[in-house]
């Protein structure tokens, strides 16, 4: 097995199969190649069926030598890589495979004039085509799907306070970026604040006030939602989220609500999505 100091190893289990996690944490010796064949050699004996090497950048030279014994990328973060390995090759592979979806939020905030708060990319297709649209994002990890959406409207638009009226919509569309899936949530907004509209440098071009003279909205901070729904009906997933959102300005549509309950295994709260009463 790879020298503890050099490095930690963990049995536990994946999926059901009895796997090896070994975090490398410092340099290692010459001889790596060496005592990754031994430990390989010494857990297939102990009937383990996986290895998990979790590698920091600081280490990325023995990815290559990782590589040529049999590993395979699994994942990466911005501090280290994941490879994998399977022990017994005449079963098949049941290691985990690397996430198959990214999920994103949207924010559609309505006020009490039924008006949309929208921006303009500063790049991107929709920038081309001169789309205006809501505040949307990446949902970063371990946040909650309310969470990611607030934090969207606030970066990109400068509005600080949003309850959320309901979760509208749960779209799946595959090969999205970078051949991954991609789960989109639609959660329709009520701002508790009145702030000036802010927006964000980097990714938005304009915020609302720049479309008054598109839509002769002169004086406004904020786009009527019928003009919205004109100005978006021509694609198709904005033409059913438009329509749901006015089922749910005329109390046809409930939209579904989270639900706060305790996991399964872990002493944490997890969140249930059900319609709305």
């Known amino acids: 097995?790879?020298?503890?100091?050099?490095?930690?190893c963990q049995s536990y289990q994946v999926q059901g199969t009895d796997c090896v996690r070994v975090i490398l944490r410092f340099s290692l010796p010459q001889n790596f190649v060496t005592l990754l064949r031994t430990s390989l050699s010494k857990?297939?004996?102990?009937a383990k069926c996986g290895v998990w090497i979790k590698l920091p950048t600081a280490l990325v030279n023995f990815v290559e030598t990782a590589v040529k014994e049999g590993f395979r990328y699994h994942h990466a973060e911005p501090n280290y890589l994941m490879l994998v390995y399977w022990i017994i090759p005449e079963t098949s592979?049941?290691?985990?495979?690397?996430?198959s979806h990214r999920v994103r939020v949207g924010g559609l905030v309505l006020n009490d004039k039924k008006e949309v708060l929208v921006v303009q990319e500063k790049r991107g297709i929709f920038h081309?085509?001169?789309l205006w649209k809501i505040p949307t994002g990446i949902v970063e990890a371990g946040e909650e799907l309310l969470a990611a959406a607030v934090r969207e409207v606030k970066e990109e638009t400068g509005v600080n306070d949003?309850?959320?009226?309901?979760?509208m919509?749960?779209?799946h569309a595959d090969n999205s970026l970078f051949r991954k899936s991609e789960l989109f949530f639609l959660c329709m907004l009520r701002p508790l604040?009145?702030?000036?509209?802010?927006?964000q440098d980097l990714e938005i071009d304009r915020c609302c006030q720049g479309i008054q003279s598109f839509f002769n909205l002169f004086g406004l901070d904020w786009m009527p939602f019928e003009e919205y729904a004109a100005h978006t009906e021509m694609h198709e997933p904005f033409k059913h989220e438009n329509e749901l959102c006015l089922a749910k300005l005329e109390r046809f549509y409930a939209g579904f609500s989270?639900?706060?309950?305790?996991?399964?295994?872990?002493e944490q709260l997890s969140y249930l999505y059900l319609n709305s009463p």
């Open 1 to 8: 097995m790879l020298n503890i100091q050099l490095s930690q």
């Open 43 to 46: 857990w297939k004996k102990q």
């Open 93 to 99: 592979c049941t290691n985990p495979p690397n996430a």
């Open 128 to 130: 081309e085509i001169g």
């Open 162 to 167: 949003a309850l959320l009226l309901m979760f």
């Open 169 to 171: 919509i749960c779209r």
């Open 193 to 199: 604040s009145t702030d000036d509209i802010k927006k």
């Open 258 to 266: 989270p639900r706060h309950i305790s996991s399964y295994f872990k």
